[in-house]
């Protein structure tokens, strides 16, 4: 079954398209004439981030909170938006629980330069930069961010392209909070629904995935009567590749590369990221919305195939 459904997505045509429709704040991206998701970016909320995240077949995938009220929804953890790049540590200022009214000191990453958009019968692509703001609305970090969104009758993809650069001495701080993440709906999430998550190792459940280290995640389950799943992929230029993963029961699944001290229960670990004034860092990660579980599909393929394709 797992071959024949990757044989299957392979074969049918790209005869999607890519579309955006901007407005304040906002760009909407539909495919093959059916919404996919909208990027926040500009407006009101501490940081750029997609929400909802829907399947080809339309179905959402993310937590509606906190943008949006839906009865019986877990309301828990107000940062967590979508699909989001923020980190809990940058020179001791977060990134990551930065809603209005955090406690502590916590930074904003604000839009810079007027986001590029260029949609397309096979992918399209949203470009854009950001200033990150330390909690005195000094600059810390510059981000120029590609998002591509590719075009696929079966599958949502989208690749991220980030590049930081040091806009003074500038510390990743080891921390487990952050750092490429997504919420997933409750229904999808191990503790209140029917889903599980599985590593490149062939590793499940929250007790064997989170704070080890692979190439990829997927977590996947039955969602509205269809099985969905969602993998987040590490590509091997990334810092510390494979990398950890801050991945939680309850619907959360994050890429990152720093938290090696809580991953690993042992305060004498560094794994803070230290950047030079000019200096920058890279990341590189791919998001796929699939239908079926992971045992049905062939996750190893798909990040071969990428790797291979984005050297």
């Known amino acids: 079954m797992k071959r024949v459904l990757f044989s299957l997505l392979l074969a049918l045509p790209l005869c999607a398209q890519v579309k955006f429709t901007q407005t304040p704040g906002k760009i909407e991206v539909s495919i093959d004439g059916k919404p996919f998701t909208t990027f926040h970016s500009g407006g009101d909320a501490p940081k750029p981030y997609l929400a909802p995240l829907r399947t080809a077949e339309g179905l959402v995938i993310t937590r509606r909170a906190p943008m949006e009220v839906v009865a019986g929804e877990t309301k828990d953890h107000p940062h967590h938006r979508g699909l989001w790049f923020t980190h809990g540590d940058i020179n001791q200022v977060d990134f990551w629980m930065n809603e209005p009214g955090a406690k502590g ?60 650069t040091a806009l003074q001495p500038m510390v990743f701080g080891d921390t487990k909070e952050g750092f490429f993440a997504i919420r997933l709906r409750d229904e999808l999430s191990e503790t209140k629904g029917t889903g599980k998550m599985t590593n490149a190792e062939g590793k499940a459940g929250m007790k064997q995935v989170w704070g080890k280290k692979s190439p990829w995640v997927d977590y996947a389950g039955t969602l509205e009567g269809q099985k969905v799943g969602v993998t987040i992929m590490d590509h091997p230029t990334n810092p510390r590749h494979p990398t950890y993963w801050h991945a939680r029961d309850y619907g959360l699944f994050a890429a990152n590369a720093f938290g090696v001290h809580d991953f690993l229960n042992d305060k004498s670990q560094n794994g803070s990221l230290t950047l030079k004034e000019s200096q920058q860092v890279r ?17 190893a393929a798909w990040f071969a195939d990428w790797t291979k394709s984005s050297k």
């Open 283 to 299: 990341f590189r990660y791919r998001v796929i919305i699939h239908p079926g579980l992971t045992s049905e599909v062939d996750v």
């Open 105 to 164: 000191k916590h930074g904003t990453i604000a839009l810079n330069k007027p986001e590029q958009l260029k949609g397309g019968k096979k992918e399209g692509t949203i470009k854009a930069s950001y200033s990150w703001k330390l909690d005195d609305a000094t600059l810390a970090l510059r981000e120029d961010r590609t998002m591509t969104f590719v075009a696929d009758p079966k599958m949502r993809i989208v690749d991220f392209d980030v590049t930081f």
